[in-house]
Each structure stands twice: as C-alpha cells, then as structure tokens.
C-alpha cells in the first residue's frame, strides 16, 4: 500500500496502472444502455461496468476508499470479485457530454497503448453518471516522491528515467495516435510510477482531442496553474507545443526539486520558470549548477546528464512555442544521452563517424534552443534532413 500523500496535493490520476485492454465499445449491441447485468464487464473480459458493480467494488464510493480528486472528477479504489485493485474515476456529472459522444472517445482511448501511458481498463455508462475503470498502481505519482512530507531523495538517475520515460508517452500521443492527442495538462502528479520507477503519463484520454490538421485549436483553457504555456494562457491557442512547455516545468521540478508555484519562497521567487531561467542561461555558460540544482541531491549526478537536462528544459520553456522542441525532438536528446552513457557515443548498428556527426550537431542544436539563438529550425529531426546530413558525412 502506498504512504499517504503527506503535503502533496490529492490526484485524481494518481495509483492508476497500465493494462492492455480489449477495444472498449462492445460491436453488434443495439441498446442504447451499456449497464445492463448481461453485459457486465466485473470479473471477466468485457470492458463495461454495471454502475451497481461498481459501488459494490468501492463500497459505495466510500470517503475510506477516495484516492483523489481533481478538476475531472473523484477516483476511487475498489477491488474486482477475483482480487484485482482498481482505480474508478467517477466523472463530474453535467459536462454536456452525450453518451454517443462519450463512447466515441473512449473508443478512441481504448485503442492507445504505451509502456508510458495508463491505458483505459474499462468504462460505465449509466443515466447521467460516466466512470472510467483503470487498474490501480500502489507507487503514486511523481508529485509526491519529489514533493511530499519526509520523503527519501529521489535519486538523479530515477529522474533521468522518469524524464526519458515520460517524454516518450507524450511524443507517442503527439506523433503516433491518429488523431493525435494533446494532453492539456502535463504535470508532475499525472506522472504515475510503477514499483520499478517507469513513467506513466494518465489522463491523457480526459483531454479533448486534437484536430488532425495543422491548425490551432482554440478553446477554453484547462490546465494547472504554473504548468500552462503563456501563449495558451492568454489566449487559449492550443498545439503540442502547449504540451512541451508544461513538460519542460516537469523536468525542472526534477532538476530543482522545487514545486511550479511555491508561495513559501520569497517574493517574486515563487514561479518556478521565472525563478529558474536566469539561473539556466547561467549553468549553460558557466557549467555551474550548484545555484540550479537541487541541494538535496548533494551533487550525486552525472555532471554531462545534468547539462543535457538543464539544456532540455531552457529549450522546452522558451516563451515562444515556436522555439520549443516536438516531444519527438525531446525523445531523441534522451536517447543520444542514453547511447552516449552506454555505447561511448555509438548505436548498435551505426557507423562512428555518422553517430558521432549527427549526435553531436543535435547537441548544438539544443544548446542554441536553450541559449535563445534565432539560428535553428524545428525541422532539424526531420527525415530528409536527417538523411542529408547522414550523405553529407559519408561522402566526407
């Protein structure tokens, strides 16, 4: 069972787990009801509930059994007649939502699996209630392993991996999902971990989707406080770049052990991106992270990861969203750093001189994101590029 979650803030995406389900919408059922008892999902494969199966299975939504709350709804743990923990996310009642649309996008949601993102287990349709069913995951969130009450120091290489690990769901539902999903609130308590400290990014599948167009979306804003992109704020302009931004404070909440908004530290110091910028622009100089980083660590990190995480974030929390990195962009920074760490700077497969070439010139291209240079293009990790540089070095 997982400890309290002490100072931090109750989730309501917290202890959810992947699963791989079944596709969610049960085919050739012509009710317009999915709670019926004969097509219950409790204790076997199919994916619908019974409202009554599960205020049995969280013993009437008991206060006991609330795990958290948020701006999506209240998510409560139960158990299925064979044992298995679940977490039921009982959606807030009156969003306007019809049920045909509900089904549609859970259908949607259904269908997306990852290592990195919670995947839907199943759902409950009964009059006006909608309840999303997830699997339950005892490891809470990253919120609280970095923010609560008299926690262990979370060590750096965890972090490295809950960043690398997170930054690949999020590139997965911008690039890979058709449509493509834009979250809307990137956080770091809906950031799950496991009991092996991977990543899963939850409630991807609450946002409303991205249009599959290359467009904004305008809207109105959701997010958390001190996590939503400027450009979004002011003006409810929605892309992935939104996303990035608010994933870019993730990562310096990793760095600084600092939270996004802290009413505690002194005046003017309180926002965590104001704060830190002009102390990234000096560790990217100078190579001094002591005034950055977080003192709890006592400088147990690897001195080249940290540059390159601290290059990371400056990129993604640039205030234009056009300087910002893709997430794919993102994924690739981890993955050179990754590669650097275990094969000297060589992918399995990759000639030296052309790993060595291209890995080098993604590093000045985040360098020259993070220190503001006009002098890059967001099309850098594109295909042809990528294979022109790659012609350009064998022909050397």
């Not at 590669?339 to 080098?360: C, H, I, K, P, T």
Request: some cysteine; glycine content about 8%; charged content about 25%.
């Amino acid at each position: 069972m997982p400890s309290p979650m002490a100072s931090s803030p109750k989730s309501e995406s917290a202890f959810l787990k992947t699963h791989s389900s079944a596709p969610l919408i049960g085919s050739g059922s012509g009710s317009d009801s999915v709670d019926s008892p004969s097509e219950a999902g409790l204790g076997n494969s199919r994916p619908w509930f019974t409202y009554e199966e599960l205020v049995k299975a969280t013993n009437g939504f008991s206060a006991e059994n609330l795990l958290g709350e948020g701006g999506f709804g209240s998510v409560y743990k139960g158990y299925l007649p064979d044992g298995r923990e679940i977490a039921v996310k009982q959606l807030k009642i009156g969003g306007g939502q019809g049920e045909r649309e509900f089904k549609a996008e859970v259908e949607i949601i259904s269908h997306i699996h990852h290592r990195h993102l919670v995947s839907l287990v199943g759902y409950c349709i009964s009059q006006n209630r909608r309840l999303l069913v997830y699997d339950y995951v005892p490891n809470n969130t990253l919120y609280y392993h970095l923010h609560g009450q008299d926690r262990p120091v979370l060590e750096w290489a965890i972090r490295v991996k809950v960043a690398a690990g997170a930054s690949r769901g999020i590139a997965y539902l911008h690039e890979d999902c058709h449509p493509r999903i834009i979250h809307r609130d990137i956080k770091s308590s809906n950031i799950l971990l496991d009991n092996n400290f991977e990543a899963r990014v939850s409630d991807f599948g609450l946002a409303k989707l991205a249009l599959d167009a290359d467009t904004h979306i305008s809207t109105r804003v959701m997010g958390t406080f001190g996590y939503v992109a400027p450009e979004y704020a002011s003006s409810g302009k929605l892309t992935e770049k939104s996303d990035v931004y608010s994933f870019g404070v993730v990562l310096l909440e990793l760095i600084t052990g600092r939270k996004p908004v802290d009413a505690s530290q002194p005046l003017g110091d309180e926002s965590l991106v104001e704060w830190a910028r002009p102390l990234l622009s000096h560790a990217l100089e100078s190579g001094e992270f002591d005034r950055l980083v977080d003192p709890r660590l006592e400088r147990n990190y690897v001195e080249s990861e940290m540059y390159r995480m601290i290059e990371i974030a400056a990129a993604c929390v640039r205030h234009s969203s056009a300087k910002r990195p893709r997430m794919g962009q993102v994924v690739r920074a981890f993955d050179s750093l990754a590669a650097s760490d275990l094969n000297n700077g060589m992918r399995v497969g990759e000639s030296e001189v052309f790993n060595s070439a291209q890995q080098s010139e993604e590093i000045r291209w985040f360098r020259r994101m993070a220190f503001g240079s006009q002098d890059y293009s967001t099309d850098f990790f594109s295909q042809d590029s990528l294979n022109g540089r790659e012609n350009r070095v064998n022909n050397v």
